[in-house]
C-alpha cells in the first residue's frame, strides 16, 4: 500500500481519515476476486466473529464458516462446553442449514420461541426424523398459545433430495413458489432445510472447511492459569485455530503463555493480541504467535480509550503491526473499528489477512442473545463488552463474594446496549453479502484478484472530516 502523493502522515489515521483512489484495473468482475486468506485460518473470505459471549455461538460458527468465515469460541466458556460446540459445528451440512425442529405435540408457544434462532423464521415438524410439516410466524398469529402445531402445521410441503445441485434445487422453489424447503435423503429422512437465499449463495461462497470436510472453528483462550493444558485441551476438542487473548497483549504474561503453548507444538495456527505497535507485533511473534491480532480501544462495546487514553487509530495500527508481521513472514488481523463495509477494504489495503468483526453481527438472529421488542416494535439483542461489568460478573461467579466485589472495581465497556435487527437484512448472511460485495468491489477498483495482490496495489489518501461526509448517502433531498 502507498498513500497518495507519497504522503508520510504527520498523525495516525482512522478508517474514516482514509479512502482509496481507483487504479487501471484488468479486473472486470467482481467474481474474478479471491477473498481467501494466506494465514493458514483457513477462511475463503476474510471475516472472523470475535470472540465475544454475546455475538460468537455454535449458530454464529455454523453460518459463518458455510459462508467460508471463522467465529472464535469465547475463553469465558469451559472447555468442556467448548468441545460440544465444536463437534456439533463440525457435524453440520456445508450447503444445508440447520433447521429449528419440533415434535408435533410441540405448543405454538414453544415454535414462537424458537422461530428467531433461524433467519428463514421457520420450524420444521417432524416424526422420526422425518419432515411431517412447517410452521412460519404467519401460521402462529392469532393462534392460542398451547395449540399444538400439528393443528396449524402446513402440510403439503415441497421436499428436495439430498444432492441435487443447488441452481437445480433453486429452480424447484422458484416453480413452487416457495422460500425455503427440507431436504431429504432417499428414504425420507430429514438431512437440512434448503432456502433460495442459500442456493444462490452456495455458488457465490466456498465454506471454510479442514483437512476433513468439515466446517472450522475456533476458540479462545485467556492468559491465566493453566494455558497451556487449555489450550491442548481446545486443539484436542477440534479447534482449527486458537486464539490467546487480552486486552492488554504487550506484557509478560501473554509471552509466558505464547511460549507455554508453543511448548506443546500446537497443530493449529496460533493467534494472539491484542497490540498496537511494531515493538508488540515482533515481541508477540518471538513469543510464538503466527497471527497477531491487532486494536485497542476501537470496538464499539469498548470504554478503554476513555478510560485511560490508551490504544491507537485502528487504521494506522494495522498499516505498522502488519508491516512488522510481514517482515517476519506472519500476518495480522484488524480486530475492531468496522463500522461500514469500506472500512473492512480499508483494513485489508493496510495489510490485514483477516478483520475481525464483533457488535455488527451482534445484531443478527444468529448471535447467541434473547430477541426483544422495544417500545417502538423494532427488535434487537443485547450485547456488551468482554471487560464490562457484565462480563466480569459472569467470569467471576465462582469466586468470593469479597474477590468478586474487588474485580468489579476495575471494570470497562458497556454491560448492556441495544443493537437493532435490521429488518432488511436480520441474518448474520445478510450483513456477509453486504461486507463482501463491497470489498470485492473495492479490489476490481485497485485491479486486484487477491488479498496480498490488493494491499499491494491499493492507494489511499487523507481526508478530512468534510470529505468523509461527502461521500455518505443521502436519504432523503437537502
Known sequence: MRFLNDLNPQFDLTYDDVFMVPRASDVSSRLDVDLASTDGSGTTIPLVVANMTAIAGRRMAETTARRGALTVIPQDIPVEVVADVVSWVKSRHLVYDT???????????????????????????????????????????????????????????????????????????????????PVVAPDGSLVGILTRSAALRAHLYSPAVDSAGHLRIAAAVG????????????????????????????????????????????????????????????????????IVKVGVGPGAM??????????RPQFSAVLECASAARELGKHVWADGGVRHPRDVALALAAGASNVMIGSWFAGTLESPGDLYTDEQGRQYKESFGMASGRAVRNRTASDTAYERARKAMFEEGISSARMFVDPVRPSVEDVIDEIVSGVRSSFTYAGARTIPEFHERATVGIQSTAGFAEGRPLHTSW
Open 223 to 290: 492468559i491465566n492459569g493453566d494455558v497451556a493444558a487449555k489450550a491442548g485441551a481446545l486443539i484436542d476438542a477440534g479447534a482449527d485455530v486458537l486464539v490467546i487473548d487480552t486486552a492488554h497483549g504487550h506484557q509478560r504474561k501473554m509471552i509466558e503463555a505464547l511460549r507455554a503453548v508453543r511448548a506443546i507444538d500446537p497443530t493449529v495456527p496460533v493467534v494472539a493480541g491484542n497490540v498496537v505497535s511494531a515493538e508488540g507485533t515482533w515481541d508477540l511473534i518471538e513469543a510464538g504467535a503466527d
Open 302 to 311: 469498548c470504554t478503554t480509550r476513555m478510560m485511560t487514553a490508551v490504544g
Open 99 to 181: 433447521p429449528v425442529m419440533l415434535g408435533p405435540d410441540g405448543t405454538v408457544g414453544e415454535a414462537l420461541v424458537l422461530l428467531h434462532k433461524r433467519a428463514h423464521g421457520a420450524a420444521l415438524v417432524v416424526e422420526g426424523n422425518r419432515p411431517i410439516g412447517l410452521v412460519t410466524e404467519t401460521d402462529l398469529t392469532g393462534v392460542d398459545r398451547f395449540t399444538q402445531v400439528r393443528d396449524v402445521m402446513v402440510r403439503d410441503m415441497v421436499t428436495i433430495p439430498d444432492g441435487i445441485d443447488v441452481e437445480e434445487a433453486f429452480d424447484v422453489l422458484s416453480h413452487a413458489r416457495r422460500r425455503l424447503a
